[in-house]
């Protein structure tokens, strides 16, 4: 994208392309995109350049991270009938959690939603029985889905534990046939898409604003050997360069 403003700065433009570089996508994007957007940096399109195979994300899981906390009872590591083992319970729970009926629902975009046993904190020493376990769960909610019924699901299946919201970010859903995402999809020859993960698409979205993942092709995110292809690259460029040369010719 920076390759690409350099291009557009010796072109003779019909509108106006800013891009914005920010540090906090991967921590929640508060101080970076959020506040921007909160300051009037909007436009009539928003491109985020994750990698999509130079296919079009319109859709994106909305996420609800929780944090519980599974109380148990004390005991001699030697006795453990005598308490009850936070670690236990909390994997009871756990399993519980993975035959709700939301966790089984499907859209035209995604096969089901997701959950993650992202973190596990529990037990000091060898010899006790554990009285408490913390839970960190990382929910990825379709859209149209209403994180509120599954926030009080949670706590339905965690009676006893308190359940507290780490982390709320809204889905994205970008319709298919807005003007500037059509001529998107034409001048890649790409197909549409729902992203399993989120990005800053959301807080454009949140403004009514057609927000888009859009970006060269690679694979293993968050995992080993991430990579991105180069060659996609250089097709990246050239595919917004056109897009944005020729944004309004459709409209004559």
Same mark, same amino acid.
Not at 84 to 88: D, G
Not at 163 to 166: E, L, T
Not at 230 to 244: G, N, Q, W
């Given at each position: 994208?920076m390759?690409?403003m350099?291009k557009?700065?010796?072109s003779?433009l019909n509108c106006?392309?800013?891009?914005?570089?920010v540090?906090d996508?991967?921590?929640?994007g508060?101080r970076g995109t959020?506040?921007?957007?909160?300051?009037?940096?909007?436009?009539?399109i928003?491109i985020c350049?994750? =990698?999509?195979?130079?296919?079009?994300?319109?859709q994106?899981?909305?996420?609800?991270q929780l944090?519980v906390e599974?109380?148990g009872?004390?005991?001699h590591?030697?006795?453990p009938?005598l308490g009850?083992?936070?670690?236990?319970k909390?994997?009871?729970?756990?399993?519980?959690?993975?035959?709700?009926p939301?966790f089984?629902e499907?859209?035209l975009?995604?096969?089901?939603?997701?959950l993650n046993? *992202?973190?596990?904190?529990a037990?000091h020493?060898?010899?006790?029985v =554990?009285?408490?376990?913390?839970?960190?769960i990382?929910?990825?909610y379709?859209p149209?889905?209403?994180p509120?019924d599954?926030?009080?699901?949670v706590r339905?299946v965690m009676a006893?534990?308190e359940?507290?919201?780490?982390f709320?970010g809204?889905p994205?859903?970008?319709k298919t046939?807005?003007?500037l995402?059509?001529?998107?999809c034409?001048h *890649?020859?790409a197909?549409?898409?729902g992203?399993?993960g989120s990005?800053?698409?959301?807080?454009?979205?949140?403004q009514?604003?057609?927000?888009?993942?859009f970006?060269?092709a690679g694979a293993?995110?968050?995992?080993p050997g991430?990579y991105?292809d180069?060659?996609?690259?250089?097709?990246?460029?050239?595919?917004?360069?056109?897009?944005?040369l020729?944004?309004k010719?459709?409209?004559?």
């Open positions: 994208m390759v690409l350099v557009l700065a010796a003779s106006r392309v800013v891009l914005v570089l540090p996508e991967e921590s929640g508060e959020a506040h921007l957007v909160k300051q009037g940096i909007i436009g009539d928003a350049g994750e =990698p999509t195979n130079l296919n079009i994300a319109v994106a899981k909305g996420i609800l944090l599974v109380p009872v004390a005991a590591g030697s006795r009938w009850t083992n936070a670690i236990l909390a994997m009871d729970h756990f399993r519980k959690l993975t035959s709700l939301f089984q499907s859209t975009f995604f096969h089901q939603p997701s046993l *992202a973190k596990i904190q037990g020493v060898f010899n006790q =554990p009285d408490r376990c913390a839970l960190g990382d929910i990825r379709l149209g889905q209403n509120d599954i926030l009080k699901a339905e006893g534990s359940v507290r919201v780490h709320h809204t994205v859903e970008t046939d807005d003007v995402v059509s001529r998107l034409r *890649a020859g197909s549409f898409f992203q399993d990005a800053d698409t959301r807080f454009y979205a949140e009514g604003i057609p927000a888009v993942e970006g060269p293993n995110h968050h995992g991430e991105v180069i060659a996609s690259l250089c097709d990246y460029v050239r595919i917004l360069h056109e897009f944005i020729h944004i010719d459709d409209e004559q």
